[in-house]
């Protein structure tokens, strides 16, 4: 879930405008953000409300956490093969390190649903429908995806040497995707560990190498990593780092996800501070319920050789990796 939050960054298009017509006095509208993974440990609902006060002007309503959440409703993820339905719990994921970003909604608390996937079995290709009761008397809210079955691919393997070197040469991955897997976002993430004055700070970067896809393979120069580096850190004399726990996970998604970024949204993940959606999939209401799936490498280890261009590359030189 938390790569797909960072790989999926959607277009923030409609604000707290009083000239969208977007509500009408006295009616709620659920908005809905629900991604589900079967390679993640947890899932996360977002379930809010689109509700105006002709007297109140809507920035106020935004920041007032009364107006943003529903209480007394229940969300539920059922497996169709078989009816069995699996209750979520309301929690406040600021409390669970899903920090809400600033922007014009309330961000604190941040109310989230939550299940461990150890308790609802996602097997691939099942359909897994959401119901949201309590909104309406006389009805449920409700949507229906498909868990994504994994790809194949073969390389990299994790705890395997991996080559950045030389810089004009092509990092190339390949995959098989399976049918209900259309769009796809292959990510190389990396822990720094800084030191500055004896004291240690640690960062987590991810280096996105192309945003999703619909071909089966990327391809790209291994030179690019060392730009993006030097890109994403400071260069400061005083500061020395070390390249640690280098990964690299294969983020896919289904048809929900594509035509959700198509149609160019974003800003509504589970920590956003972002506003409505414009596309949905839900029986009523706006948002989407869709799935990915995270496919991870991990404990990567760069050869010697990729090393020392790291330490003494005219790119990544001043960096002070050691």
Not at 48 to 58: G, Q, S, T
Not at 87 to 95: K, Q, S
């Amino acid at each position: 879930m938390k790569y797909f939050l960072f790989v999926f960054s959607f277009l923030l298009i409609v604000s707290c405008d009083n000239e969208l017509d977007l509500v009408a006095p006295n009616k709620e509208i659920p908005v809905v953000y629900g991604i589900i993974d079967q390679s993640d440990s947890i899932q996360y609902i977002r379930v809010e409300r689109v509700f105006l006060d002709p007297n109140v002007a809507a920035p106020i309503i935004a920041k007032n956490p009364d107006s943003l959440y529903f209480e007394g409703i229940t969300v539920k993820l059922i497996r169709e093969s078989t009816g069995e339905e699996y209750e979520m719990e309301r929690i406040d994921g600021n409390l669970e390190g899903l920090v809400r970003d600033d922007g014009a909604f309330a961000d604190t608390p941040n109310y989230l649903y939550k299940i461990l996937t150890e308790n609802i079995p996602l097997l691939p290709k099942e359909k897994i429908t959401i119901s949201i009761e309590g909104i309406y008397e006389d009805r449920n809210v409700t949507a229906t995806t498909a868990v994504i079955e994994p790809p194949i691919f073969i390389t990299p393997v994790s705890g395997s040497n991996f080559s950045l070197s030389p810089f004009d040469s092509k990092i190339t991955i390949g995959w098989n995707p399976k049918a209900n897997a259309v769009i796809f976002t292959p990510i190389f993430s990396m822990d720094i560990e800084e030191t500055k004055d004896g004291e240690i700070t640690n960062k987590h970067l991810k280096w996105v190498v192309e945003s999703n896809l619909t071909k089966s393979k990327i391809s790209a120069l291994r030179g690019d990593f060392f730009r993006f580096l030097i890109g994403a850190l400071k260069v400061d004399p005083e500061i020395t780092r070390r390249l640690s726990n280098f990964e690299f996970a294969l983020v896919s998604g289904d048809a929900n996800v594509s035509a959700f970024i198509n149609v160019g949204q974003a800003n509504l993940g589970l920590t956003s501070s972002g506003e409505i959606p414009n596309y949905s999939n839900l029986s009523e209401g706006l948002g989407i319920f869709g799935a990915t799936y995270t496919d991870r490498r991990v404990e990567l280890r760069l050869n010697g050789t990729s090393r020392d261009s790291l330490k003494n590359s005219t790119i990544t030189r001043d960096l002070n990796f050691k």
